[in-house]
């Protein structure tokens, strides 16, 4: 209603705030309700509660102070609750600091999360120091976007900031250095809980970056990117929950097979069209046409022969099993003994499925 009153529906979800939120809220009560224990689910929750509370306070500030002259009652507490970006940052860095387990990865990480917790604190205290003098010198300005104006450029708070934001930044190379040496030499489970951050991370770094950088991306681009930046907390809560934790290995091997057909298919049908158009001098409707159709036949050739390439180096443990299982109907074409069959079936699903229990039933 905010944001209606004050115009700002254009754009409102730049850099996709909004479904960063509303995944953080989603996950984060998903996960408080199964472990109730465990502190990402609250730490989720709390990004999401003070991304929502900036939003209200930057769409009434911006009512208030640009278009009433702050005429509107709680105009200084909206500038307050407007400054609640800096404890959704904090929070946000938080929960990288202590993924999965909830809390700091060894001893010595235990003195940087409290460090970080800190400085992080400070820092928040910085930014609603700022809308407290703001208001008790009536001086508040806020720009187009409702945010403060006023005393970000006092020399305490950039210096303030430009700690932060240092330290923050040291804090998460370093703890970036060592999950990659940790997932190196981790195994099972782990390993799979540090590929779904390592994954959601990329994804959403992507995503944002293509939000901020493409201004001008087409609609169905832009709708994938914002909803892409909600892939971290969403890695984050199945990591933390261990569900579908396996999936993982299928679902890096699957897009990193489409990304890679995509590609190759749009340079062969761009340059399908180009010889058909300016070598072969066809008209452009029967340079399109047979581009197409040639591309649609060549998809699931295409399809087939880079799956098994990426799944061999990314999805090891279907390719293995596939293999298995090929080597297994082999072998079955000359083999006439039940008992060699039963064996040999058995050994094959142990293989390639690794259940924790096998029987075999024949049925007389």
Known sequence: ???????????????????????CAL???????HRPGHPMGWILIGIADFFVLD???????????????????????????????APAIVLFGLAFLVYPDGAALTSRWRWVVRAYVVLGCA??????????????????QVDAAGSLTTGQNDLWWNALSEVFFLSTGVAWLAWLGYQIAAW?????????????????????????????????????LGVIATFGVAALPVS??????????????RIISRT??????????????????LLATDVLSLSSPVAVAAATLIVAALFNVLRRRVQRMVDRRFNRARYDAEATVALFAARLKDTVDPDSVTGDLAAVVQRALQPASLSVWLRD
């Open 27 to 33: 996950v984060g009560l998903i996960v408080a309700w």
């Open 256 to 273: 990193l097979a489409y990304a890679i057909v995509t590609g190759l298919l749009i340079g062969l049908y761009a340059g399908l069209v």
């Open 123 to 140: 820092w928040i205290a910085g930014a609603w120091t700022l809308a407290v003098l703001a208001a008790a010198q009536h001086n508040i």
């Open 236 to 249: 984050l809560g199945i990591g933390i929950l261990k569900f579908r934790l396996y999936d993982i290995d």
């Open 55 to 85: 939003g209200i306070g930057t769409g009434y500030a911006t009512l208030d102070y640009r278009h009433h002259q702050g005429t509107l009652p709680l105009g200084p507490v909206a500038v307050w609750a407007a400054q609640s970006w």
């Open 184 to 220: 190196r030499r981790s195994s099972g489970e782990r390993r799979q809980q540090l590929k779904w951050l390592i994954g959601g991370a990329a994804v959403c770094a992507v995503s944002g970056i293509a939000l901020v950088a493409w201004a001008t991306m087409p609609v169905a």
């Open 1 to 23: 209603m905010v944001a209606a009153a004050n115009h700002q529906l254009t754009n409102v979800d730049s850099g996709g705030v909004i479904q960063i939120a509303a995944a």
